[in-house]
């Protein structure tokens, strides 16, 4: 998540408004990414608070109407995932997992929802951790390096909050039916 202010007499206010992107820095070591604003809120002194999600979550947005790929590695697997939505996008998929797996999807999802988020989805079937680079999905083997550091509560963690957000409303529907053959006598 993004959260930014920006005065109403700045030279982009204008230009700053809901669905617009923005590229800031999310680490000291990530390159600059995409991030697109969902809320903003009224001028408190001449001053305006945006809050903004990464792109890749743009992946809510693109249906997966389903999915088969037999005996495949991730990256191929997730390729015919991203050329199987209806929607035009530019997202593009990466992976240094070279298992060969199959993975079927047989409802419409969502591709972000797909990646990990539904049983037998990505990482239900390859494992692995994703990165996101602006419009690129990669799913890694391992992502990061481990440290050796244990993160625990009271000890390197002092605060925990949950917040609840309704920023993912619902733009579009994708009807779809399953037929299933019935005998003469009324039974499947």
Known sequence: ???????ITGARFAEITEGALIKAKPNDKSAP???????????LKGIVTYSAEHIS???????????????????IAL????????????????????????IVISKPTTQRSALGGTAGGFLDTYGGEFEFDNYDVHLWKD???????MLRYGKNITDIKQEQNIASCYTHIFPYAIKTETAEDGTP
């Open 57 to 75: 979550y743009d992946l809510n947005g693109l249906p997966l109407p389903s999915l088969v790929a037999e005996n495949v590695s991730a990256e």
């Open 79 to 102: 390729r015919r995932a991203l050329i199987a939505s209806p929607l035009d996008h530019d997202f593009a998929a990466y992976s240094d997992i070279t298992t060969l797996n199959s």
């Open 143 to 149: 992502r990061g390096a481990n440290n050796g550091v």
């Open 1 to 7: 998540d993004l959260s930014m202010q920006y005065p």
């Open 33 to 43: 990414q995409l991030f697109r604003i969902y809320k903003s809120s009224a001028p």
